[in-house]
């Protein structure tokens, strides 16, 4: 049996450490990429949910899910929409259909 060397300076083994590697070890590669991160914000900055978020911007939910969690990246103008909710978040009162 392997033991890493936390285990190894406490002289035990640590189930909890163990299970916490064996997740990370399976997270690895994940990358957030600047997308992801603007999309949240510009959602976050509204305060809205993201139902109500992808109804504003006349996208399906599950698409705004895939673009916050990094599935696919939003095309370029949906990118330009939410530069601009950053900064003036009180814009999405202009999108109501």
């Given at each position: 049996m392997w033991i890493n060397p936390i285990e190894l300076d406490a002289g035990e083994t640590i189930p909890?450490?163990?299970?916490?590697?064996?997740e990370?070890?399976?997270?690895?590669?994940?990358?957030?990429?600047?997308?992801?991160?603007?999309?949240?914000?510009?959602?976050?900055?509204t305060g809205l949910t993201q139902a109500?978020?992808?109804?504003?911007?006349?996208t399906p939910v599950a698409t705004l899910?895939?673009?916050?969690q990094g599935r696919f990246t939003p095309p370029g103008g949906v990118l330009c929409l939410l530069r601009?909710?950053?900064?003036?978040?009180d814009l999405t009162n202009e999108l109501v259909n």
């Open positions: 909890e450490l163990r299970q916490a590697l064996a990370a070890q399976t997270m690895q590669g994940h990358i957030t990429t600047p997308e992801q991160i603007l999309v949240r914000q510009a959602r976050e900055r109500l978020f992808a109804r504003r911007i006349s899910r895939d673009w916050e601009l909710l950053v900064n003036h978040p």
